[in-house]
């Protein structure tokens, strides 16, 4: 079936299983149309592969709109490829060339194993919110929300923080693997909010602990996770953590 | 005698929630302990009611097919979540919730059940508040509503186009936070393919480990199915691609009836399809209609471009059809009106199905009233364009940013186009007061189960339901269940019943490889979306179900013989997920048009052309179909339905009208 008339050669990671060794596979894709987003790009790919009787490749996406957070394709050198405020979901091939070769790999850090293919394992991810991404409120403790006023700025800014989908894009740029654009996120977020402050000292020292457990590496500034982030998550919050971080162990 | 009991309490309409709290049969904290509930799915629905039936004592397990709870679909919501909290002194209520909801769902919604939905929503709000849920707030530091379809009132509160994120990531917080505690074990990256029965009781589920490919048998008490709704049966919906009626139909082909199931909700505001490519559509936000206008040409076939079309050429269509809600009536109602516009030669784009949402009047409008704020006396009109463009910016920018993303079109200059899609099921599996299917022990909560939104579900009610099922009904609910359950030991998973579930979900698999077909799985669930689409979509009739139901059989026999999955059973294989889901969308498609084919009145989403005013307005057959259609698997593709009779003491059942 023909859709549009770019003729791209892709390059993309190939790998069984975490016990094996990958490597790049050559395929050539024909009449790709600018309107496809590039996940549709290899849908058309996996059905060529599919009718030929081989595997197709294995990626994670779900929503397919830019809010879940499933997919994770390293483009040309870049999370999510080379438009900036988007997940590779929402890229369209309108942002390529016809003729154009594009690389594609998965996440790479010691904290997200492969699976197979472009699929990476973050659980770390979740594993580092169980240590204290959330208020310890039970079901049926609530008072009226209204009770607490909060400005509107700190509101504002912690709806931004929290807006990270916890893709892990920040981590697979980052030269040394480092988690602290996400972990930040979910520290500031909370830190921002009156009704976060109660837990504010053990969420801090428990997540950071926890990060480092997963062997997320340091950050050294290079900014680079601000850059790719989606969401445009803010290195204000890494700053503000480190502040947190510093309060909290003074406190014990 | 019927088999369906709803189990409704006695009592007046507003006391029957509370007295049912206060008389339910409750477990004690050390039974609690050696009790373990399954819950399958970690949306709004499963998160909030797996947290806080962990936090309560009971054992936990929590299965979903994501890498991480965190990205369930409930993720994807973008406009808001209603409650009746009156902060806007407006004149909402509980009751007028309540009265919204049953209305809004054209009379086909248990009145029990939406009461009580109406009367625990303001807790949501406090709840997810104190769990740091950064709703949008005013100036003044409360937080902020705006209003939606369907209402008069403004009590949707929302999180920017992310409330669903945020809501879910809230439930998430707390769901992760009793992981940390170990009293919730959580399976991500797991598929349910089966429920166990025991003795006529829900006693767990069989689930495969997408990763490893291997089977797995869980024991449960009790099992919750939160697994979302089935719209991805039309193949193209706003669905995530891998939102499925798997569990829902595996359920129901081991006892649960399956409620209404021909209910689909076509959410009037998305971004039209493009080519045959497309894998999935996108909706733009209900919330856009609040300050949007919806307009086609009033020349046929009129190719200018939407901005050289002068006002009085334009037909704002809803507003000339429906001047008491305008652009804000309900979702059925405004999918419609734009079909008809495009049948009838009045489509805008290339594809001519598409309407104008137009934000010009908005821009303006909000300009002046920022313009005042900020004291400015004579802004110019550039002035106004720009002070215009921030408010709607702060309200909608995502919207508008996606929308710019996917069209490759700036929506603040030109208006968007726009077009229904499928977004929401509001059938699902039919279940009682206690929110219990027709096997014991066996629940659904969420989007999976029939109950709260009647024939048409209104915006912003989801994600309350969702958290209203799961923070504060099934908490209560299961209780009536479990407090009988609690000389029950765990039974092993040896048990015959476990073995043979598990040889069940085995040969389903085995089946699909050996088939070594010639066709990809999509292929398959393409012409199956456009079977439904065309047939059981918009606008159905007696002719075109009939010729559905021959369709979909002919289809299925063919997927059979000839769909071709590759890879090997165990390892990670999607195009082996994707071949279950699509094997039980085929069945699951038989029965919906079976449903819309008994149903020959319109009601709410379900449109049978026949059943129509002279004015084109859906006309409901209450004498003959005021009840819940409750369908019975009988094996062989083969189903009986039952009725549950709706019955109206609260409300007058009246013409639903929005003029
Ligand atoms: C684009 C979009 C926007 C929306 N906007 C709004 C809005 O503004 N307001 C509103 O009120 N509603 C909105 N809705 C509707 C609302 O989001 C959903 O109805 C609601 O979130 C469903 O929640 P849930 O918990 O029932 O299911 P979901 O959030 O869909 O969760 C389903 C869960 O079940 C799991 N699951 C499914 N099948 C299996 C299986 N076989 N095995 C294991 N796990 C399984 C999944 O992994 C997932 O965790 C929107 C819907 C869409 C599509
Ligand atoms: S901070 Fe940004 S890049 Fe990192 S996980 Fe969150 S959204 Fe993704
Ligand atoms: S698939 Fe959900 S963010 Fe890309």
Redesign the interface.
Known sequence: MSHGNMNLTLKIWRQKNDKETGKLVTYPVKDISPDMSFLEMFDVLNEELINKGEEPIAFDHDCREGICGMCSMFINGRPHGPKRGVTTCQLHMRSFKNGDTIVVEPWRAAAFPVIKDLTVDRSAFDRIIAKGGFISVNTGNAQDANNIPIPKPDADASFEAAACIGCGACVATCKNSSAMLFVSAKISQLALLPQGRVEATTRVKNMVAQMDEEGFGNCTNTGACEIECPKGISLENIARMNREYFVANIKS | MSKLDSKIPEGPLEQKWEKYKSSVALVNPANKRSLEVIVVGSGLAGA?AA??LA?MGYKVKVFCF??????A?S??AQGGINAA?N?QNDGDSTYRLFYDTIKGGDYRAREANVYRLASVSA?I???????????????????SNRSFGGTQVQRTFY??G?T???LL?GA???L??Q??LGTVE?F?RHEMLEVVNIEGKCRGIIARDL?SGKLERHFGHAVLLCTGGYGNVFYLSTN???SNVTAAWKAHKKGAFFGNPCFTQIHPTCIPV???????L?LMSESLRNDGRIWVPKKQGDTRKANEIPEDERDYYLERRYPAFGNLVPRDVASRAAKERCDAGYGVGNSKMAVYLDYKAAIERYGKTQAKKLNISNPTAEQLRVFGKQVVEEKYGNLF??YE??T?ENPYEVPMRIYPAVHYTMGGLWVDYNLMTTVPGLYALGEANFSDHGANRLGASALMQGLADG??VI?YTIGAYLSKEISVKAISTDHEAFVNAEKDAQAIIDKLFAIKGTK?V?HFHKRLGKIMWDKCGMARNDKGLKEAITEIRALREEFWKDV?V??TAN?????LEKAGRVADFIELGELMCMDALNRSESCGGHFREESQTEEGEAMRKDEEFAYVAAWENKGNHTYEMHKEELKFEAIKIAARSYK
């Open positions: 909030s947290s806080s936090e994501q890498d991480s709870a965190r990205r679909h993720i994807a909290k902060y807790n709000i406090d709840q997810c508040v104190a769990m740091g849920v950064p709703l949008a707030r005013e100036y003044g530091g409360m937080l999180a920017a992310q669903g994120q945020q990531l998430y917080s707390g992760q936070r992981v940390g959580m991500a990763i995530a691609m891998g493009s080519g045959d490519h497309q894998s999935k996108t940013e996606m993303q996917i490759g923070y504060f908490p990809s999509d071709r590759p890879g390892d990670f294989n999607p195009e």
